[in-house]
């Protein structure tokens, strides 16, 4: 009887699992198809490159890498760099094609320099620059970057440059925030043993109302063989671009530090040893190179994974694993894959801008590990505001800067990290007192 309960708590933490990876990848690809113009079934194969590679990345990080429960996926900030990249180069006039083979190779630069710090050991040295003021700023910002991409998937505004009015959906937007509403609710109000399943089911109710309200209107009927960049490619390199992915890249090793220092506590107490961070950034390395042709957003540990698991009280491997195999079984195969696309952006929006509301949490922890006072606020007050008022400079404002630093400059999320990583390495502010 023991082995059998054991079974069936195994399995079904192992399909929260495999919801958890489903939501945070699935939203992704749409957006993309917003930004690059891109065709239904291109989207498909996009959906499928997607599903496959965030599977492998799990199931090589499982038994080779950092071997914790920890999801490895398309990393926020990747998502966030990539679409207001587009947005602005585009609006600007560089070719969608030019913009996606720039990405191709910043990406895959940016994953060979992952593996290069993965093999030589440079992580811990990298990491002490990442101090807690860093993060506050890292944290704030792509919360904020995040939630305005899923703010704009619940209105249904395009993720690209357009020209003449667009159209908001009215009621699909009243549909999605009665989803948020929803969600919030039942985990304040309800006990955590039943509040932890309130993603799944707001996804599953918000679903099935859309669909009864609207029809299935996101229906794939035609798909395409797999095909190389489909995001785009072209000999015309951006420069800029091809920097601020490799800044990117340089940038979102944080996400690694922060996840296997954040699940030390579910295993042991112990401080994870410099190997373990070696070997994960070997696999995120690999996985993001093998993923640039693809099209794939580049890989990282999710910092959230921590969040799941203390929901469920389950570290194990088992589960994780269990929850991977099942996502890498909705991508091998295309009816499976085109049934679980059909979930309509506008609900997939709001339910992960439920899930990534508590990053403000996570920004908040950081505070109380750094020593904060009215004349060294400036370490924190400087990056984050220029990085606010980045993120709402239009893309045309910036025509005139010379191309190789407008990619990086268009990017307040970026631009804050990089200006409180330098501030915060430059200037004693510990001593100010």
């Known amino acids: 009887m023991e082995a059998v309960r054991l079974s069936r708590d195994t399995w079904l933490s192992g399909f929260q699992w495999f ?34 590679t965030t599977a492998l990345a799990c199931l090589l990080q499982a038994f080779f890498g950092h071997r914790r429960a920890l999801m ?5 900030l990747w998502w966030g760099t990539i679409l207001t990249l587009t947005l602005a180069e585009s ?29 030589s050991g440079l992580g811990p040295w990298l990491a002490r620059l990442f101090r807690p003021a860093v993060m506050i700023v890292f944290m704030f910002l792509l919360g904020a970057q995040l939630t305005t991409i899923f703010f704009k998937g619940m209105l249904g505004l395009p993720f690209g440059a357009v020209n003449g009015p667009v159209d908001l959906n009215g009621a699909a937007f009243s549909l999605a925030v009665a989803v948020v509403i929803f969600i919030v609710t039942f985990i304040v109000i309800l006990p955590q043993r039943i509040g932890k399943f309130a993603v799944l089911l707001g996804t599953i109710l918000g679903w099935g109302i859309y669909v009864c309200w609207f029809g299935n209107t996101h229906v794939i009927t035609q798909t395409q063989s797999w095909q190389w960049f489909p995001l ?57 190179l093998i993923g640039a042709p693809l099209g794939v957003i580049p890989f990282s540990p999710f910092v959230s994974s921590i969040g799941l698991i203390t929901q469920t009280q389950d570290a194990t491997r088992r589960a994780f ?10 991508g091998l195969f295309p009816p499976l894959t085109r049934f679980f696309c059909a979930i309509p952006l506008t609900i997939s929006s709001a339910v992960m801008l439920v899930a990534y509301l508590p990053l403000l949490w996570s920004s908040l922890l950081f505070v109380n590990l750094t020593e904060l006072n009215a004349r060294n606020i400036y370490r924190i007050a400087i990056p984050l505001f220029c990085g606010v008022f980045l993120m709402g400079v239009p893309g045309a404002y910036l025509q005139q800067l010379p191309l190789l630093v407008r990619p990086l400059l268009s990017n307040g999320l970026l631009m804050g990290v990089l200006l409180a990583v330098a501030l915060e390495n430059l200037f004693p502010w510990d001593r100010v007192k």
């Open 19 to 52: 919801f958890f990876i489903f939501c945070n990848t699935v939203v992704i690809p749409p957006t993309l198809q917003s930004a690059f113009h891109l065709s239904s079934a291109t989207t498909f194969v996009l959906t499928q490159y997607s599903f496959l």
């Open 72 to 76: 490895e996926g398309p990393g926020g």
């Open 91 to 119: 609006a600007q006039g560089t070719s969608l094609a030019s913009i996606g083979g720039s990405l191709a190779l910043g990406i895959a630069l940016a994953g060979v320099l992952t593996m290069v710090i993965g093999f």
């Open 232 to 288: 785009g490619h072209s000999l015309d390199i951006k420069p800029g671009i091809v920097i601020t992915a490799v800044l990117t890249g340089l940038v979102n090793i944080s996400n690694t530090f922060g996840a296997i220092r954040g699940s030390d506590t579910f295993y042991g107490n112990s401080p994870a040893m410099p190997a373990l961070y070696r070997r994960s950034f070997v696999v995120s390395g690999a996985m993001t």
């Open 321 to 330: 694993v269990v929850g991977s195999l099942l996502f890498l079984l909705i």
